[in-house]
C-alpha cells in the first residue's frame, strides 16, 4: 500500500507546494504556532481555487489552548463546520475533551453529525487525553475517520511505542496517522516500527519577505518568529520527499 502524505498547510500557497509536491491531502489552519485554528473562508476559498486537486482538511479549533470548550466555543465550531459543509471540502479536523481528560463523545457527537458527509478527524487532543485505548475505542464508535497522534510525546519519533499500539489495536477500524516531527528523514522510520499508513507532516522552510524596507524592532506577536520577516511556508521539494 502506498504511503499517503498530508501536510499540515499554514495557507492558500503552502496549499499550492503540497499539491505540487504530490501530497494527497492538507489540512488546512491559522495561527500554526499556536497549534492551529480554524482558517478564515478567504483562506478556504483560496486554496480551492489555487489547487483544485488535492483534498483539504479544515481544522476546527476556534482558539489556541485546551481542548475543553465553553457554549460560546461550541457555537463558533458549530458555525465554522457550517461554513467547511458550505464551501465544500474535503473534511474537517477537531477533538474535544473533558475536565477530567477523557474524549468528550457527547460533543464529539454532536459536531460529527454536524459535520455529515464531511471526513472527521480528531486532531492530537488525543494526545492529551486521560487514557489513549479508551479514546481509540470510543472515537471508532463515533464514527470518526482518523486520528492524528505522535503517540501521546514531543514527537512522532519519541511516540512510536504508543503509536505502533494504537496501529495493532485499530486494526483497520480507524486510521491512527503519526503526526508532528515527521520529516523525510525519519518518516521511513516511522512508518516501518508503527505500520502506519498515513502520515502528517508540515515540509516547511523559511521563504524570505519581499520587503525591501524593514524594522526589526516592532514584533507583531507575543512570541514572534526570529524576524517578522521569516516566512514559513510548504515547500514542494520537501513533501516529494516524504513520499
Known amino acids: ?12 500557497q503552502s496549499v499550492v507546494e503540497a499539491a505540487a509536491g504530490g501530497a494527497q491531502r492538507v489540512e488546512l489552519c491559522a495561527a500554526i504556532p499556536e ?17 483544485p486537486s488535492i483534498d483539504i482538511n ?18 463558533s465550531m458549530l458555525f465554522d463546520i457550517e461554513m467547511a459543509r458550505s464551501l ?9 475533551l473533558s475536565a477530567e481528560g477523557d474524549i468528550d463523545t457527547a460533543l464529539m457527537h454532536r459536531l ?25 475505542e470510543q472515537l471508532i464508535e463515533l464514527g470518526v475517520d482518523r ?24 486494526a483497520g477500524r480507524i486510521i491512527i496517522m503519526p503526526g508532528c516531527g515527521v520529516r523525510p528523514e525519519n518518516i521511513a522510520l516511522i512508518e516501518r516500527e508503527t505500520g ?12 524570505q519577505s519581499r520587503m525591501a524596507y524593514r524594522n526589526e524592532n516592532v ?15 510548504t515547500d514542494r521539494q520537501l513533501v516529494k520527499k516524504c513520499l
Do not use: W
Open 112 to 136: 460529527i453529525e454536524a459535520a455529515q458527509p464531511l471526513s472527521v478527524t480528531c486532531h492530537r487532543a488525543f494526545d492529551v487525553c486521560r487514557d489513549p485505548f479508551t479514546a481509540l
Open 147 to 170: 486520528i492524528l497522534t505522535s503517540g501521546q510525546q514531543p514527537d512522532a519519533v519519541k511516540g512510536i511505542p504508543l503509536i505502533a499500539k494504537l496501529v495493532e489495536r485499530a
Open 58 to 75: 479544515v481544522i476546527i479549533r476556534p482558539r489556541g489552548g485546551d481542548f475543553l470548550y465553553t457554549p460560546a466555543e461550541v457555537q
Open 1 to 12: 500500500m502506498s504511503r499517503i502524505i498530508e501536510i499540515c498547510a499554514n495557507s492558500a
Open 88 to 96: 465544500g471540502v474535503h473534511g474537517v479536523v477537531f477533538g474535544c
Open 35 to 51: 497549534g492551529g485554528t480554524t482558517p478564515s473562508y478567504g483562506e478556504i476559498r483560496t486554496a480551492q481555487a489555487l489547487a
Open 219 to 233: 514584533p507583531m506577536g507575543a512570541a514572534p518568529p526570529s524576524s517578522e520577516f521569516d516566512i514559513p511556508q
Open 196 to 207: 502506519a499508513n498515513e502520515f502528517h507532516t508540515s515540509a516547511r522552510t523559511i521563504i
